[in-house]
């Protein structure tokens, strides 16, 4: 995130430049995507002893899985997040690993 100018503008960066939704009649979420990255908005969604309830927002926000546990203990992990309006990546928050985030994979 730093890398690619700090948290107040790296949304717009390295969201894809199609696949973001407008929403309620708001200018177009879609970024600039300098950096290759190509971020779309797989939303999210939950489930509980095993049973998935199925997502929402997509289209709307983005919510990563990071590497790092955190939180509450070992079940739970920190995200990053974009949403739709705005160019910022929202710091890192703890959730339940039962949570359905998306994953993006670096080749190192």
């Not at 990071?66 to 974009?82: K, L, V």
């Amino acid at each position: 995130m730093n890398y690619v100018g700090g948290p107040e503008t790296a949304g717009d960066k390295l969201k894809a430049t199609e696949g973001w939704k407008d929403f309620n009649g708001l200018p177009s979420g879609n970024g600039t995507d300098e950096f290759g990255f190509s971020a779309l908005p797989g939303g999210y969604g939950g489930s509980e002893d095993g049973f998935v309830f199925g997502f929402v927002y997509v289209g709307i926000i983005g919510e990563w899985w990071s590497a790092s546990e955190g939180g509450e203990g070992s079940n739970y992990a920190y995200s990053r997040e974009m949403a739709y309006l705005g160019g910022k990546f929202w710091s890192q928050t703890s959730f339940s690993k039962s949570v359905l985030f998306s994953v993006r994979c670096l080749k190192d």
